[in-house]
């Protein structure tokens, strides 16, 4: 029977926020069964938090950033999310001192070190899981994601860019979720970007935090990272990445089939709202040890490779 899950103890870790270029301090807090994923600016007065629910993503310009009626914002979620998601956590209490998560190195693993770290604790409540029943897609020009039923949770994704670092590599990776291939073949996935959108972006004060520490930077022709790549495949894992997390902020973990093309976070939420707003077209439910469907994330798991 899968089991609610938050962490052991509290965990602490600091980072650069990529949008600011500033420190940012975050610190990650158990909590009880059913009470979901929440942020919590402690560095307003009073305090405010912000839960990881879709309805509140409003800005997925560069990132996926949740935004209350009051303007509140934390930014840049995703890469936690997707760590979340990846170790199967249902309730945690994420602290941050800023209006952003920090960056780390551009990938989940930084986050997925921390709460292995913090030590992983089953609940004593079932997790619920949401049921894809039917497809619900949505398109933008050539762009499109799409949730379809199948009997586990798949994520799959493909890329296009008419570039000679993307030639003659995978663009098309699929993940049969368990944690063990999360952490494996998915968690050290780096962001990327090309370095004159990132030169643009820093001209007009923005991404100020962004450089070859926390992504793969891309000139006219090649990676420009001394170290180049994690995986030969590493720009499109990462999508796949965002997708785990970004899918994440509808409250629970999937079992159904997701595939994106050319998706980002932008249509990756509005898959969301589509099928939240298609309540025929999922449910519900929770495993019991009888179920045909087992989602596994497993118990000492290993702790992402460095790079």
């Not at 379809?148 to 979720?177: A, M, Q």
């Not at 930077?217 to 999508?239: I, S």
Request: with cysteine; aromatic share 8%.
């Amino acid at each position: 029977m899968a089991r609610q899950r938050s962490i052991r103890e509290p965990i602490a870790g600091s980072g650069i926020g990529v949008h600011s270029g500033r420190r940012v301090d975050i610190r990650l807090l158990p909590a009880p069964a059913d009470s979901g994923i929440r942020f919590r600016r402690t560095d307003l007065d009073p305090v405010v938090e912000l839960p990881a629910r879709a309805d509140l993503v409003r800005d997925t310009q560069l990132c996926t950033a949740l935004v209350n009626e009051d303007g509140v914002r934390v930014a840049t979620i995703e890469h936690l999310m997707s760590a979340l998601a990846g170790l199967g956590i249902d309730n945690l209490t994420i602290e941050l001192n800023a209006p952003e998560v920090p960056i780390m190195d551009g990938s989940a693993a930084p986050f997925v070190y921390l709460l292995q770290q913090a030590g992983i604790r089953e609940l004593d409540a079932l997790k619920t899981f949401i049921h894809i029943n039917d497809t619900i897609e949505v398109r933008e020009g050539d762009k499109w994601a799409r949730l379809s039923p199948h009997n586990g949770c798949c994520f799959d994704f493909t890329i296009e860019f008419d570039h000679p670092v993307f030639r003659h590599r995978n663009t098309h990776p699929r993940l049969d979720f368990t944690s063990r291939r999360y952490i494996r073949d998915i968690s050290r996935a780096r962001t990327f970007g090309f370095l004159r959108d990132i030169e643009y972006l820093q001209s007009h004060g923005l991404t100020l935090g962004g450089g070859l520490d926390n992504a793969v930077v891309v000139d006219d022709y090649r990676v420009l990272n001394e170290h180049g790549l994690r995986f030969d495949d590493e720009f499109v894992r990462h999508k796949l990445l965002d997708a785990v997390g970004d899918l994440y902020l509808l409250g629970a973990p999937l079992i159904g089939h997701y595939q994106g093309y050319k998706s980002g976070h932008d249509l990756n939420n509005k898959l969301c709202l589509a099928l939240l707003a298609s309540p025929q077209s999922w449910q519900r439910i929770q495993l019991d040890r009888d179920s045909d469907i087992q989602i596994d994330y497993g118990e000492n798991l290993p702790l992402p490779q460095a790079s």
